[in-house]
């Protein structure tokens, strides 16, 4: 059941990352798929999913500045992070939508 999310790291406010995440080919087929991020002292907070189909919503907090896409033939899902801001601050993790699994998550430092 592989989640490897890479691809975080330190950046000013105003700044972009991509975030990327390897799935399980034979579950990333037939799931739905989530970016979720969890600051220091918070709860887990989902931010943005994509089906199977292509289908797109987002947290309020990252509509206008983040970017999911799936690439089915590389079992990948991406976050593509625009404008950051401090408050984006948090480790994310790539899920399964549906999976009672969470992979290693990747460190996302903003600084003001």
């Known amino acids: 059941v592989q989640l490897q999310a890479s691809g975080g790291g330190l950046v000013q406010a105003g700044g972009s990352l991509r975030l990327s995440c390897v799935a399980s080919p034979m579950i990333f087929s037939i799931s739905d798929m989530a970016w979720y991020r969890q600051a220091p002292g918070n709860q887990r907070e989902l931010v943005a999913t994509i089906t199977r189909r292509g289908a797109i919503t987002y947290a309020d907090s990252v509509k206008g500045r983040f970017t999911i896409s799936r690439d089915n033939a590389k079992n990948t899902v991406s976050l593509q992070m625009n404008s950051l801001k401090p408050e984006d601050t948090a480790v994310y993790y790539c899920?399964?939508?549906?999976?009672?699994?969470w992979g290693q998550g990747t460190q996302v430092t903003v600084s003001s």
């Open positions: 899920k399964y939508v549906g999976w009672h699994y």
